[in-house]
T-cell receptor
Framework: GEDVEQSLFLSVREGDSSVINCTYT??????LYWYKQEPGAGLQLLTY?????DMKQDQRLTVLLNKKDKHLSLRIADTQTGDSAIYFC?????????????FGRGTSLIVHP | DAGVTQSPTHLIKTRGQQVTLRCSPK?????VSWYQQALGQGPQFIFQ???????QRGNFPDRFSGHQFPNYSSELNVNALLLGDSALYLC??????????????FGEGSWLTVV
C-alpha cells in the first residue's frame, strides 16, 4: 500500500471548519508536514509538526498527531474560498543523512459559499 | 529574498528528445532535491544533490540525471523522453546539508508536456 494515504476530496461550506486526515506507515517518521498547492502552482509549506509533539496551532491551522495510530490531521478554522486547493500530507526521517519528504496523493478541498 | 526559482515554467517536447530544467535554491540553502508530480498524484522524489554530488536517489531510471553547480543551483536532465514523463517537475531546497527537516521549500515547478 501507499506510505502516506489521504482521502482525495473534501467539500465544506465557507465559514465551517475543515478537517483533512492522513495516515502514514513509517514509525520512524521525524517530521510530518502539510503542504498546500493551488491550481497551476508549486507547493507551499503550510505547517509541520515534530514527531514528539501531539498538537501544533498556527492561527487558523491546528495539526494533531497520533503517533501510536500514525494518524495526522489538519484542521482549518473558518474556512474561506481562498483555502480551496490541494493539501498534501508528507512525512520524513533522516535516512541517508538528510530529510526527504514522502508525499500522499493530496486532498482536494472545495469550499463553497 | 527570492525563494526557490525554476525555469522554464512551461515547455513542450517530442518523444525521444532531451530536456534540461533549472533550479536556483533559496538564498542560504545548499541542498537541492527534484520531484516529479504527475497529474493527480503527489510529488515523487527523483534525487538530491549536495556538494555537487548526487546523495540520494528515488526509483527513477538512469534517463533522469542531474547536476549541481558551485553556486548550489541545479539542473535536471531527462533523456529519451517518453509520453509518461509529462508532469510538473518540482525543485526543493533546504539549508544545512539537508539536515533541517523543517525548512524544505519548493519552487513553482516546470510543466513538461511530451507529445
Amino acid at each position: 500500500g501507499e506510505d502516506v494515504e489521504q482521502s482525495l476530496f473534501l467539500s465544506v461550506r465557507e465559514g465551517d471548519s475543515s478537517v483533512i486526515n492522513c495516515t502514514y506507515t513509517d514509525s520512524s517518521s521525524t517530521y510530518l508536514y502539510w503542504y498546500k498547492q493551488e491550481p497551476g502552482a508549486g507547493l507551499q509549506l503550510l505547517t509541520y509538526i515534530f514527531s514528539n509533539m501531539d498538537m501544533k496551532q498556527d492561527q487558523r491551522l491546528t495539526v494533531l498527531l497520533n503517533k501510536k495510530d500514525k494518524h495526522l490531521s489538519l484542521r482549518i478554522a473558518d474556512t474561506q474560498t481562498g483555502d480551496s486547493a490541494i493539501y498534501f500530507c508528507a512525512e520524513s526521517n533522516r535516512s541517508g543523512g538528510s530529510y526527504i519528504p514522502t508525499f500522499g496523493r493530496g486532498t482536494s478541498l472545495i469550499v463553497h459559499p | 529574498d527570492a525563494g526557490v526559482t525554476q525555469s522554464p515554467t512551461h515547455l513542450i517536447k517530442t518523444r525521444g528528445q532531451q530536456v534540461t530544467l533549472r533550479c536556483s535554491p533559496k538564498s542560504g540553502h545548499d541542498t537541492v532535491s527534484w520531484y516529479q508530480q504527475a497529474l493527480g498524484q503527489g510529488p515523487q522524489f527523483i534525487f538530491q544533490y549536495y556538494e555537487e554530488e548526487e546523495r540520494q536517489r528515488g526509483n527513477f531510471p538512469d534517463r533522469f540525471s542531474g547536476h549541481q553547480f558551485p553556486n548550489y543551483s541545479s539542473e535536471l536532465n531527462v533523456n529519451a523522453l517518453l509520453l509518461g514523463d509529462s508532469a510538473l517537475y518540482l525543485c526543493a531546497s533546504t539549508p544545512d546539508r539537508g539536515h533541517s527537516g523543517n525548512t524544505i521549500y519548493f519552487g513553482e515547478g516546470s510543466w513538461l508536456t511530451v507529445v
